[in-house]
């Protein structure tokens, strides 16, 4: 039997969503522990699991004198991608992806909050998981960016924030925006969105279609 892969989970709203209805469809095992609640040895981790999905959440990657563990898990990262394993990093996972891997992670111009598509690049329409069309609906919530990490290939981007995806070799992959928003998910968000964030119904099922798409890619592709 496949060991099961660890979501480490930043706030209780932020789960894995529709990463999780993926993920058991094709019966694969998640894990969830929630950030700075359970050790992180990577030996340990890596032992046990196949693969690793971090969430996002409302912390800076910086914020390590608040958040102590987040130095924890950028050893996490690193270890897992120099030992080849699946990683799935969204939104502050994916930052914290990019710090792991030495890049730095910075204030963007200006909170990008809401429905908007992402763009691919021409190595991003030719991605195994993310490619085949010119843009993917999106909802991101996020005021930080992030600089490339060195030997990564950059595969979407929005006008604000040119860094928005990213892979590293062939099973680590950031996305600094959300596709795993299913119903569920939104009605948990809804309460610490900033009032008046445009929530239709009709963006919300394309950002699912997308999602559902791009990671059942990503675990036939990384698994």
Known sequence: MTAPWLVIQHVPWEGPGSIAT?????GIALE???AGKTALEPSEVLERFSGLIVMGGPMSVNDTAEHTYLDQERSLLAAAVARGRPVLGVCLGAQL???ALGA????GPEPEIGFAPVRLTEEGRRDPVLGGAETIPAFHWHGETFELP??????GSTAAYPHQAFRIGSS???????LELDAELLEAWRPHLPDGTPLGEPDRLA???AGHLVFERFFRTVG
């Open 150 to 155: 060195k030997g990564a290939v950059l595969l």
């Open 104 to 107: 730095r992670v910075f204030p």
């Open 207 to 209: 950002v699912e279609r």
């Open 97 to 99: 992806l990019a710090a």
């Open 172 to 178: 680590a992959y950031g996305l600094q925006f959300h």
């Open 32 to 34: 969830t522990v929630s």
């Open 22 to 26: 993926i993920a058991r469809n094709r």
